[in-house]
């Protein structure tokens, strides 16, 4: 066993404890970034000029009407910027346009004395526009060709050939929709100018040194003189890790420009029309299956909605185009990937990171195949589960498949599930208007950032003279747990009682060069890093001990705060070692690193090994569907995950029940609409408010949740045996879509195939019902045939292969 997955008796990782901050958030005494400026003197408020059309040419832009409002005092336009006029890392989205690209595209910044006179004066901004045509849909894109940045192909052997052998081909197209964040705190910046010109940032930020790193692009400053502090987030998903560095560059440049701190929070109604989302996708595929159902080959071309520039959409494609196969081996594959360029907010990052699309197109596939094959849907995923030693189709081998079938199984006996099939099928056959449906899926998720240099971090730890531990480490809290984590990470390896160690808010000034806490990654590179420092300190600590107790520095103990050497019954205090080896002179901080090893990646290519490990889960979800409106409700799930050795167990089961429930929001409820119409508002998010946009509530909850952490599960080369768990459990609400699906495919005659939207909101149920009870099946068994044509976006039915069955049949 390696020393970093090591893990020692009583640990204090591994202890179910809570939430670092539980008791300062629920009494409300935890602070954000927001609650920083009634702190702080003579503060600013930033304000938006927000664009009325999805796409325009700024033709002019007066501000003197704005400083005639009383507390205006900087209007803030492309010319005051020193720097470069740009807040992306691709050097495609100009901080201040000249021609705005979505509907609520900022057009300059108000900064007035009190919120209201920057709203004001935003109002009083005088801006001319000439209208260009714009692109809001997928659909249109793809019939516009309106593409950007890469086209990468994942492909494993001949998919045509093997199509062409296939017993069983089928074809068909999906449409999923992309998701809003929704965090709780929106985003929010607070800029001061120190003495000496410094920048200091305050940012809800999941990327604070990327932060930094826009903010003195944007200033003409080097790096050194500008720094970003995060406390702490309100929720984070990955909206906040590219989106919030323009927000940081506007506060900084008033403040420059003002002398003056200046505070930038959006409204709920400005985060939902000026931020990213989650990419919607269209994928468009071919499968072939040998007579016993195992998958032969696959053809797919997936389509991202990037939006009006390039933001993350690339790595979000990769990472769809590297979970296409989920847990699934494809003997033949070619998976072609692409990102259209909309009229839209730019979208960007969102839990997953284009996993949840990739992994959705295959299971969307097992769901629609599986009646026509003949076999159970649950069946049909288990006999095509990867075994050990095969690989994905990018090249990485598959070591773990028995966690997946471990975790099926456990599943199965401890959720009942053979009973629980009887007894809906019997349900069913009594009840015309209600129907039930119990769905099981399984998730391998990879683990590590696409681009390898990411996988890197830092940290800091310092002893004071009085055995106190301050923790300084580059990953941010988000509510996720990361914190609460390193504490643990911290106390275990010094040996010290968790109440002896304290988190340092993150800072670019105390950890350089940080990766952006996300793909699921911080508490590998992070714990990684801080355990390295502890492990300097321990080890310079252990030289100190081990001269006072007379034995070997390798036979020092340290457990609980108690310091002893195994020949000797003779003891020391942490705090008293630590004060003699202060008199002592030895270093009693230390700068920790860590980097994933093992991963090699050629993106030109699409083949490596890209992930430390994978993670899984495997969900089954029943649910109940009114056949009169589509209304569904979810009865039963039941979940095993695969966390490692759980660095702590009651963050990680939060986790993974919130990840399930957003993921189950994703596919069931969500909806994000933008006005299509050729009228003065094309382009407008129509659903830019809670009244309008659906998210999953209490009442949403599953009646009966079972959450189980896969036991005899440590991850070699991890820290202390642990992985990962913000990502994964999303993926497992793809049980609550399958479980639709059959409750949806019962309402028509035995072997009815569902072609089911999503989201699969009620509406969306009820249409799937009735085609099931009108006996319409939207695959086709086709033999080998022909290549389908590339489907009409534009076209009104989302379902052209339908035509094709009709005319076979007609054929026939």
Known sequence: MSSLSERPVDAVVGLALPHESAALHVTGRALYTDDLHPRTKDVLHAWPVQAPHAHARVTGLRVRPAYAVPGVVRVLTADDVPGTNDAGIKHDEPLFPSEVCFHGHAVCWVLGESLEAARRGALAVEVDYEPLPSTIT???????????G??????????QAALERSAHVFHGEIDMAGQEHFYLETHAALATVEDDGRIFVQSSTQHPTETQEIVAHVLGLSSNQVTVQCLRMGGGFGGKEMQPHGYAAVAALGATLTGRPVRLRLNRTQDLTMSGKRHGFHAQWRVGFDDEGHLLALEATVTSDGGWSLDLSEPVLARALCHVDNNYWIPDIRVT???????????TAFRGFGGPQGMLVIEDILGRCAPLLGIEPHELRRRNFYEDGQSTPYGQVITQAERVERAWEQVAVEGELERRRAEIAEFNAGHEHVKRGLAV??????????????????????????GSVLVNHGGTEMGQGLHTKMLQVAATTLGVPLAVVRLAPTRTDKVPNTSATAASSGADLNGGAVKDACEQIRGRLAEVAADRLGVPASDVLFVDGVVSGGATDETLSWAELVREAYFARTQLFAAGYYRTEGLHWDSTVMRGSPFKYFAHGVAATEVEVDGFTGAHRTRRVDIVHDVGDSLSPLVDVGQIEGGFVQGAGWLTLEDLRWDTSEGEHRG????????????????DMPEVLNVALLARAHEEGAVYGSKAVGEPPLMLAFSVREALRQACAAFGPEGTSVDLASPATPEAVFWALQEARAGHDHEVEAGAGPTPPEADPAAPTRHPESESALQQLSEA
Request: positive net charge; aromatic residues 8%; proline residues 5%.
């Open 138 to 148: 997928l659909a249109e894109a793809i019939a516009a060709e309106s593409f950007q």
């Open 150 to 159: 890469a086209q990468p192909t994942v492909q494993r052997g001949d998919p």
């Open 337 to 347: 990937g692409r990102v259209a360029r909309t009229h839209k907010t730019s979208q």
């Open 441 to 466: 899926t399984p998730v391998k998720f990879g683990i590590s950032f696409n681009l390898t240099a990411f996988n890197q971090a830092g940290a800091l730890v310092h002893v004071y003279k009085d």
């Open 684 to 699: 407008r998010l129509a659903t830019a408010s809670a009244s309008t946009y659906k998210l999953p509530s209490v009442a």
